[in-house]
């Protein structure tokens, strides 16, 4: 099994910054790729927002591109996510994901809440 912690969600005012940070542990032998989603309220379905794979690319969501980073920490089950001038429309659940090597198979976070409010 895999589990992921995820932190740094929080109250953050229109165009202030938070970063979110999301760490896997468990039967981890390789990552093929780790992401971001999320859900806004309302919605029933998660958006990609950011991912990155082993050998470092990155895909964004337009409506974060040039305001978010995704990065990955030394130790390779890392990944944060940077994000700045950060808006209400940002306001959501966001999740990190895990993609396995080998099996593909996908693993989430429990969440943490990202609200953007004045």
């Known amino acids: 099994q895999v589990q992921l912690v995820e932190s740094g969600g929080g109250l953050v005012q229109p165009g202030g910054s938070l970063r979110l940070s999301c760490a896997a542990s468990?039967?981890?032998?390789?990552?093929?790729?780790m992401g971001w989603y999320r859900q806004a309220p309302g919605k029933q379905q998660r958006e990609l927002v950011a991912?990155?794979?082993?050998?470092?690319?990155?895909n964004y969501a337009d409506s974060v591109k040039g305001r978010f980073t995704i990065s990955r920490g030394k130790a390779k089950n890392t990944v944060y996510l940077q994000m700045n001038s950060l808006k209400p429309e940002d306001t959501a659940v966001y999740y990190c994901m895990v993609t396995v090597a080998g099996t593909l198979s996908d693993y989430w976070g429990q969440g943490t809440q990202v609200t953007v409010s004045s």
């Open positions: 468990g039967s981890i032998f390789s990552i093929y790729a």
């Open positions: 991912a990155i794979t082993s050998g470092g690319s990155t």
